[in-house]
């Protein structure tokens, strides 16, 4: 079980790195890429490249998401211990996505991959 990381930056900037670094062909199998917009102290914005060769996580908006991802970081932070706690936010409008929610469906691979 990967460690629960204390914010949206140690997970972007240094867990979900290393994860892709470590799986590069399992995120390949994402095959998506992904922006997540965290909103509040220790958030930030990254692209997520999961269709790039080699896979990537960078800090920034590249322009090129297929799916955008945008919760504040206190919510943020409780998903991360709580996973089906995303549904649930979504339904309150908590947590928003726009292009392709099916990808969305997607993203508990990804954390799951582990550092």
């Known amino acids: 079980m990967p460690k629960i990381p204390e914010s949206a930056q140690e997970l972007f900037n ?3 790195p ?3 670094a470590k799986n590069p062909d399992k995120a390949k199998e994402i095959g998506a890429i992904y922006l997540f ?3 509040g102290d220790d958030g ?3 692209t997520v490249d ?3 060769t080699p896979p990537s996580c960078t800090s920034g908006d590249k322009g090129n998401a297929q799916c955008t991802i945008e919760v504040a970081h206190t919510d943020f932070k ?3 211990k709580n996973p089906a706690l995303g549904m649930q936010l979504y339904f309150q409008g ?3 996505v726009t292009g392709d929610p099916m990808l969305a469906t997607k993203l508990q691979k990804l954390f799951s991959m582990g550092a």
């Open 37 to 39: 917009k965290v909103t």
């Open 18 to 20: 290393e994860a892709i």
């Open 50 to 52: 999961l269709a790039g």
């Open 14 to 16: 240094t867990q979900v």
């Open 44 to 46: 930030g914005t990254w």
């Open 94 to 96: 908590k947590l928003r």
């Open 78 to 80: 409780e998903m991360l």
